[in-house]
């Protein structure tokens, strides 16, 4: 459950999105700040915990190998990763959301991108954690998240637009090294 947890914080990238939400929701008080957190968070959550539990079913219907979902999901992560060192993540969407973010941005696809949809079915379908283990590492990093954001506006200021950046580009380096062993080992599963 931790590897699961861990893998699934270095996806979700609370620090890496934060100057985003911040971006985001720039113009807000502090009351519609905490409440438009919480129920992205929730909705975030919600999403993930939908591809956890008909992901694997979908793959079957659809033909899909475990092996070809490990290489899909690791190309993701490795695309998602490389904006994340070379761009901020406030630049990835452009737009004023700051009074009408109900589901998009923030939710999907800043919580629930791509690439954590992909990282959820991976972990459902590798079956080394059950069910209940993958929701619990979740639940955790979405409730990890939510403090972050939450507390997103004095880190922010704490830390430094720079700072931030920093925390942002490491979390992407360390994505891509992810990446990188999810393709590998897609392919030695093809292979193999």
């Not at 190309?75 to 406030?90: C, D, E, N, R």
């Not at 925390?167 to 093809?190: P, Q, S, T, Y």
Request: aromatic share 8%; glycine share 8%; net charge neutral.
């Amino acid at each position: 459950m931790i590897e699961s947890a861990l893998l699934l914080f270095l996806v979700i990238d609370p620090f890496g999105n934060l100057p985003f939400v911040l971006a985001v929701l720039s113009g807000t008080e502090k009351s519609h700040y905490r409440k438009t957190i919480l129920r992205e968070t929730l909705l975030a959550l919600l999403v993930l915990v939908v591809f956890a539990l008909v992901g694997e079913a979908l793959l079957g219907y659809l033909s899909i190998e475990r092996a070809s979902l490990m290489v899909a999901g690791g190309v993701i992560l490795f695309l998602i990763s490389l904006k994340m060192i070379f761009q901020s993540a406030k630049d990835v969407f452009a737009g004023d959301y700051s009074h009408d973010s109900f589901l998009f941005p923030i939710a999907v696809p800043c919580l629930a991108g791509p690439s954590a949809i992909t990282t959820v079915m991976i972990l459902r379908s590798q079956q080394q954690a059950s069910l209940f283990e993958l929701l619990l590492a979740l639940l955790l990093v979405l409730v990890t998240a939510f403090l972050i954001f939450l507390l997103g506006r004095r880190l922010s200021d704490w830390l430094g637009e720079r700072g931030i950046r920093a925390v942002e580009k490491l979390m992407g380096l360390l994505l891509n090294l992810v990446a990188v062993n999810m393709m590998l080992i897609g392919v030695r599963d093809f292979l193999g």
